[in-house]
Nanobody, 122 residues
Framework: QVQLVESGGGLVQAGGSLRLSCVAW????????MAWHRQAPGKQRELVGG???????NYADHVKVRFTISRDNAKNTVYLQMNSQKPEDTAGYYC????????????????WGKGTLVTVSS
């Protein structure tokens, strides 16, 4: 089985920075892509951005320039560096792994983490 565990959430003032991490635990052979989504109270979950195994990243328009996604394939870890944060960035942030192959599950499967809460105060 695979578990995605996020960390790094917390309270930050507007204009500040936070770095989130997401580790994929399991006997993992490969992961095609990893991504971050977020869900604010009363709103639908939305894509923040994603990154492929080769390191190609893409971002939603509302976080471009301010957020950076990186990945350490050897550690099955993806990071989300959030700078110049705004109160509207307040949300639960969820990690997503696409196309995960393990030694016991040789077909690609997708997984979600349970999320970490980010609160940006004005």
């Amino acid at each position: 089985q695979v578990q995605l565990v996020e960390s790094g959430g917390g309270l930050v003032q507007a204009g500040g920075s936070l770095r989130l991490s997401c580790v994929a635990w399991g006997i993992i052979v490969s992961i095609i892509a990893m991504a971050w989504h977020r869900q604010a109270p009363g709103k639908q979950r939305e894509l923040v951005g994603g990154i492929t195994g080769s390191g190609s990243a893409n971002y939603a328009d509302h976080v471009k320039v301010r957020f950076t996604i990186s990945r350490d394939n050897a550690k099955n870890t993806v990071y989300l560096q959030m700078n110049s944060q705004k109160p509207e960035d307040t949300a639960g942030y969820y990690c997503y792994a696409d196309g995960v192959v393990t030694t016991t599950t040789p077909w690609p499967s997708d997984y979600w983490g349970k999320g970490t809460l980010v609160t940006v105060s004005s």
